[in-house]
């Protein structure tokens, strides 16, 4: 079992930044790829970026490639998103999710674990 708790997020003005976190418990975090996905209102969940267990390999989105940098810290259990040049469009619910899937995974079905999610908000 694994719980999930995210935070930082808030308001922030275009082109800011914001860093996520997402504390996990249990010791069995540096068994689970991580994942980070988003929802807007009316609009599905959509992938956003993931890391392998061990924070070799990352993947991102397009829409957030170049801009939103994901990283973990095994020995504090913790997963983060660094979001930079922020935009209106990012505007959403963000969750961080576990996954036994090695290298991470696009599909949140594979997630087995979510938290209650942390939400961001881009002012224009």
């Known amino acids: 079992q694994v719980q999930l708790v995210e935070s930082g997020g808030g308001l922030v003005q275009a082109g800011g930044s914001l860093r996520l976190s997402c504390a996990a418990s249990?010791?069995?975090?540096?068994?689970?790829?991580m994942g980070w996905f988003r929802q807007a209102p009316g609009k599905e969940r959509e992938f956003v970026a993931a890391?392998?267990?061990?924070?070799?390999?990352?993947y991102y989105a397009d829409s957030v490639k170049g801009r939103f940098t994901i990283s973990r810290d095994n020995a504090k259990n913790t997963v983060y998103l660094r979001m930079n040049s922020l935009k209106p469009e990012d505007t959403a619910a963000y969750y961080c999710?576990?996954?036994?899937?090695?290298?991470?995974?696009?599909?949140?079905?594979?997630?087995?674990?979510w938290g209650q999610g942390t939400q961001v908000t881009v002012s224009s």
């Open positions: 249990g010791r069995t975090f540096s068994s689970y790829a």
């Open positions: 890391i392998s267990w061990s924070g070799g390999s990352t």
């Open positions: 999710a576990a996954t036994l899937v090695n290298s991470g995974s696009y599909d949140p079905y594979e997630y087995d674990y």
